[in-house]
């Protein structure tokens, strides 16, 4: 007999599409943040790095205190709609409130209004809202195969959303008359299209009563379990599975990044910043493809371990391609080899989700406590702390080499540079994602646990 559904068609898609919502922040926001200071309001891209690396020292304590929160709310709408709900309200204030820099109220106080915009967005607002969005995936089905399909429907909506957002969104400042006046109409623009669907997908979907969570895991709970803040960080801290999905999450998106910054490279090497949406396309298409496919491949394969690890396999052969081709002087193979890279990072995506669900059931297995809310502040964290800090990072190199929006011709320093940051970092940060799947076999652990408990049953 096969594992109880909980989901339609409809409830899958309509939970996806809450990626739609979370990209047209995150993508726009990763993607094009960094140029739109450097080169329309004239910031030092340096300054910015370091701003954003200040901002990300208030992450980590806020992602375990909105997974606590999380796992604490009792409403009509369940544990984590309410935050999913209205923590996007949030982040549609604080995007415009980013992309709208006063340009005659000084250098300094252009520098605190962003400062304070992007800690609000990415530690409150973006941390709320991306945590119960992903939490839902444990909250409304113990379906193992519901989970990895909620999870590569979700990322479908993210690619397709990141693609959108990586190939309009130059010609539509353009189109908007350019300026900083352009990019604060962009921003509006995007931020009223998340509210809307991120306010459908909220809706598509209900949570479990939180008795049959708990009887799905194995094991009743009388009474419920209180833990503070503290000993939530603990429970997190004592999980290794946790500690290696929150470093491939964080490395994921320092290479998301590094490929954003992409659109410098384009510009300043390949002399062509339209290219930036074509390279989009070669990234985003097989990852959509990938996605698709993962559910079939995680039961053909029997599990998420191989098929992760296998994925990445081909994602660092890939890259290193992109390096040769890149040096060779081909755009052609560089937008092959990017999408052979693309297709195998596709899986882990799709299944993601899925992994930090049987994460939290290795804690509930080990510790006895339900913690799904706080367990998926490693998404939130990786995003902000990956992505900021990749950012910044981005930011302080691109200082170092002797970048300057004001140049047509950037010097030699800086295309080297470039090189180094597109090229080079995405290869290497690949192969430190696969060492860290190929010690990540969550699933038979857990197996493990409960085959040893079932033995002691019985005896």
């Not at 519901?146 to 979700?154: A, D, I, K, L, W």
């Not at 957002?165 to 400042?173: A, L, M, N, R």
């Not at 509930?364 to 706080?374: A, I």
Request: charged share 15%.
């Amino acid at each position: 007999m096969g594992e109880k559904t909980y989901l339609k068609w409809y409830n899958k898609v309509g939970y996806g599409s809450g990626d739609v919502a979370g990209n047209v922040v995150y993508a726009f926001l990763s993607s094009f943040v960094m140029i739109y200071l450097t080169n329309s309001v004239g910031l030092s891209a340096g300054i910015v790095g370091t701003l954003i690396a200040v901002s990300k020292l208030f992450d980590g304590v806020t992602d375990i205190f909105f997974g606590a929160m999380i796992d604490k709310t009792h409403t009509r709408l369940g544990k984590a709609r309410p935050w999913m709900l209205y923590g996007y309200v949030g982040c549609a204030v604080t995007l415009v409130a980013i992309f709208a820099i006063p340009v005659d109220i000084g250098t300094a106080a252009q520098y605190v209004w962003f400062f304070i915009a992007y800690t609000l967005l990415n530690a409150v607002f973006y941390t709320a809202n991306n945590i119960a969005y992903s939490a839902l995936t444990s909250l409304c089905t113990n379906n193992s195969k519901e989970r990895v399909q909620m999870g590569s429907c979700r990322f479908i909506f993210a690619f397709a959303t990141s693609l959108l957002i990586q190939s309009v969104t130059v010609g539509f400042v353009a189109a908007c008359g350019g300026g900083a006046g352009a990019w604060r109409t962009v921003a509006v623009v995007y931020a009223l299209v998340g509210l809307a669907v991120n306010t459908v997908s909220c809706l598509s979907v209900k949570e479990l009563p939180e008795e049959e969570l708990t009887m799905a895991a194995g094991k009743e709970e009388k009474n419920e379990e209180k833990y503070g803040l503290l000993e939530a960080g603990k429970l997190l801290i004592s999980n290794r599975f946790y500690l290696m999905i929150c470093g491939v999450y964080i490395l994921q998106q320092l290479y998301g990044a590094m490929i954003n910054a992409g659109i410098y490279y384009m510009t300043y090497v390949l002399k062509n910043e339209n290219l930036y949406g074509v390279f989009s396309w070669a990234v985003n298409i097989p990852l959509i493809i990938a996605l698709v496919l993962t559910p079939m491949l995680v039961e053909r394969w029997k599990g998420l371990y191989k098929l992760n690890k296998r994925g990445y396999m081909l994602a660092v052969a890939g890259r290193l391609l992109v390096v040769a081709a890149a040096y060779i002087g081909s755009v052609p193979l560089m937008l092959a080899f990017t999408a052979v890279a693309a297709f195998g990072q596709g899986p882990w995506q799709g299944d993601m989700n899925a992994v930090i669900a049987s994460c939290s059931e290795y804690t509930f297995l080990t510790k006895g406590k339900r913690v799904d809310g706080t367990m998926y502040s490693c998404t939130s964290l990786g995003t902000k702390l990956g992505g900021g800090l990749g950012t910044a990072i981005s930011g302080w190199l691109l200082e170092i080499s002797g970048f300057s929006g004001t140049l047509e011709v950037q010097p030699v320093s800086c295309i080297n540079m470039l090189h180094f940051m597109y090229l080079w970092l995405p290869l290497i940060l690949n192969l430190l994602i696969l060492f860290l799947l190929s010690k990540m076999n969550v699933e038979e652990t857990n197996a493990e646990i409960k085959r040893g408990r079932q033995n002691l049953g019985t005896n």
